[in-house]
């Protein structure tokens, strides 16, 4: 992402907590190439097992581009978040 631009446009990665939709979402999303990624669809009314799954397998194909959690959580898993490498 170029430092000094005002905006960009991020694809957000949906699929809720299917986790064939969501690399699906993942992998045609990456291929519009966009400056970012952002990861949708979440809340904090899906059971937290399946939320931390999902969050694990949207990362790991989302980075090393840059990628964003668009979605809730409580404290703890934003920290657990950024340490995949979100922001």
Same mark, same amino acid.
């Given at each position: 992402?170029?430092?000094? #631009?005002?905006?960009?446009?991020?694809? !957000? /990665?949906?699929?809720?907590?299917?986790?064939? +939709?969501?690399?699906?979402? #993942?992998?045609?999303? !990456?291929? *519009?190439?966009?400056?970012?990624?952002?990861? %949708?669809?979440? @809340? /904090? %009314?899906?059971?937290?097992? +399946?939320?931390?799954? =999902? =969050?694990?397998?949207?990362?790991?194909?989302?980075?090393?581009? @840059?990628? /964003? @959690?668009? %979605? %809730?959580?409580?404290?703890?898993? *934003?920290? #657990?978040?950024?340490?995949?490498?979100?922001?």
């Amino acid at each position: 992402m170029d430092p000094d #631009a005002t905006q960009a446009l991020f694809g !957000i /990665v949906q699929g809720g907590t299917d986790l064939e +939709l969501r690399k699906e979402s #993942a992998e045609r999303t !990456i291929e *519009i190439g966009f400056p970012g990624y952002a990861m %949708g669809g979440l @809340s /904090v %009314g899906e059971p937290r097992d +399946l939320t931390q799954e =999902v =969050v694990e397998l949207t990362s790991s194909i989302c980075l090393p581009t @840059s990628a /964003v @959690s668009d %979605g %809730g959580g409580t404290p703890e898993e *934003i920290a #657990a978040y950024a340490a995949l490498g979100l922001t």
